[in-house]
């Protein structure tokens, strides 16, 4: 069974700083992996999409970079900024592809303070 | 991408009572998937919505107590029947890309029973 865990829980910054956090995901046969954005009480937004066959995905400010093989994932978000203070998903999808079942990680919850 | 839209966006309801949470998607879609998001946990998936036949539900999840329609390619409910305080959470319908599995959600429903 998948288990998907995300370090750390909780992490609170000041604005301008570049962090990275992590996922981490026991069993590497995935087909990708998806980081998520949601907002207090909110639905989730979609960020970068990962495919197995790929190391990185960029967009911005955002940076997400998988290693199957060694069972984790990175999102890099670099010079932080208060309006990203959000908890941060990831997910994987079973390598049998679409229409099957994600396993979300727990989130972490990111402050980018002032 | 994928637009999503549900209503209601909250609700307040009595121990007893049911709720239809809709979901309105911009694009036709083979499948739609519910979540459920208790508070402080992560997602957990409830059913698959194909159109034209029976939902599949996940463990733990039953037809009697999460109803799904699917009459259509763009638009799905799902009813929380005979609710209690333990249904208090978000749920958040979504879609998935057909090409590279992409999934979106919607903006969530809060539901709060008292």
């Known amino acids: 069974k998948q288990e998907v865990t995300q370090i750390p829980a909780a992490l609170s910054v000041p604005e301008g700083e570049n962090l990275v956090l992590n996922c981490s995901f026991t069993?590497?046969?995935?087909?990708?992996l998806q980081w998520f954005r949601q907002d207090p009480g909110k639905g989730l937004t979609s960020l970068l999409l990962?495919?197995?066959?790929?190391r990185e995905q960029t967009s911005g400010r955002l940076n997400a970079s998988l290693d199957k093989s060694s069972g984790r994932s990175t999102l890099y978000i670099a010079a932080s900024q208060p309006g990203d203070s959000a908890t941060y998903l990831c997910?994987?999808?079973?390598?049998?592809?679409?229409?099957?079942?994600?396993?979300f990680g727990t989130g972490t919850q990111l402050k980018v303070e002032l | 991408s994928a637009v999503i839209s549900q209503k209601p966006s909250r609700d307040i309801c009595q121990r007893g009572t049911s709720l239809t949470i809709q979901c309105q998607v911009d694009?036709?879609?083979?499948?739609m998937f519910w979540y459920r998001q208790q508070p402080g946990q992560s997602l957990t998936l409830i059913a698959t919505?194909?159109?034209?036949?029976?939902?599949?539900?996940e463990s733990g999840f039953v037809i009697d107590k999460f109803p799904i329609s699917r009459p259509n390619l763009t638009f799905s409910t799902l009813t929380v029947s005979n609710m209690s305080p333990e249904d208090s959470s978000i749920y958040l319908c979504?879609?998935?890309?057909?090409?590279?599995?992409?999934?979106?959600f919607g903006p969530g429903t809060r539901l709060t029973v008292t």
């Open positions: 979504s879609v998935e890309d057909r090409q590279g599995y992409e999934q979106y």
């Open positions: 069993d590497s046969a995935i087909y990708n």
């Open positions: 990962i495919q197995s066959s790929q």
């Open positions: 997910a994987v999808r079973p390598i049998t592809g679409g229409g099957n079942k994600l396993t």
């Open positions: 694009s036709q879609v083979t499948m």
């Open positions: 919505a194909n159109q034209g036949s029976e939902a599949t539900y």
